[in-house]
């Protein structure tokens, strides 16, 4: 996706067959390690993600136990970076997102079993969420960019014209298909489908 590489994109793995997409930078070495996240110029990254790295000999709990490492080192020496953590076990997840560990927490396989569970309901819908998956680009845009001041949703729409607005952050909490007669003050945001 061209829109990834405006950015610089480096994966850190001790892994040794791994695939990685043209235009990313590849760094072997021990991600709990912090000289290895220093030299990758953690401290200028905006996002991180850690993925549950699977190793022989290493259990589940070892490996999220791995992961939350990883995810303490780098809020250490990036404080503001957005981070998403995988886990492997659901308790383990759960753990980490009571004591707010990441930005978001992903529990290993949970999406891909929604994405079947809906298949199996209705079958043709795995076709219409690949769809979706492969064009879909979104951004969440800060309402103050826009107005200073409040207003409803269907004020704004009529103001600016044709937006496909999916929801609103409120903070932390999203509210997506918004109603028209929500307001929208200004330290809000919006995410808009292009």
């Known amino acids: ?14 892994m040794e067959d791994i695939t990685i997409p043209k235009g990313c930078f590849v760094k072997k070495g021990d991600p709990t390690k912090e000289e290895y996240l220093i030299s990758v110029n953690i401290e200028e990254a905006e996002l991180v993600v850690v993925l549950a790295e699977k190793k022989p000999m290493l259990d589940e709990d070892t490996i999220d136990a791995r992961t939350s490492l990883i995810v303490l080192l780098v809020r250490s020496l990036v404080k503001d970076a957005f981070i998403i953590a995988e886990f492997l076990k659901e308790e383990n997840a759960r753990a980490a997102q009571k004591r707010k560990l990441a930005n978001k927490i992903i529990i290993s396989g949970e999406y891909l079993g929604k994405l ?6 209705n079958p043709k819908s795995l076709s219409i969420f690949e769809e979706l998956l ?3 680009h979104l951004d969440v845009i800060p309402f103050k960019e ?8 269907e004020d704004f729409l009529k103001e600016v014209g ?9 903070g932390k909490r999203s509210i997506l298909k918004p109603p028209l007669n929500l307001e929208i003050a200004p330290e809000d945001e919006l995410i808009i489908l292009n």
């Open 116 to 121: 079947i569970g809906k298949s199996v309901i």
């Open 146 to 153: 826009y107005s200073d001041k409040p207003m409803t949703l």
């Open 1 to 14: 996706n061209p829109r990834l590489f405006k950015k610089p994109i480096v994966v850190l793995t001790e």
């Open 134 to 136: 492969e064009g879909l």
């Open 162 to 170: 044709y937006l496909k607005v999916l929801g609103v952050f409120k």
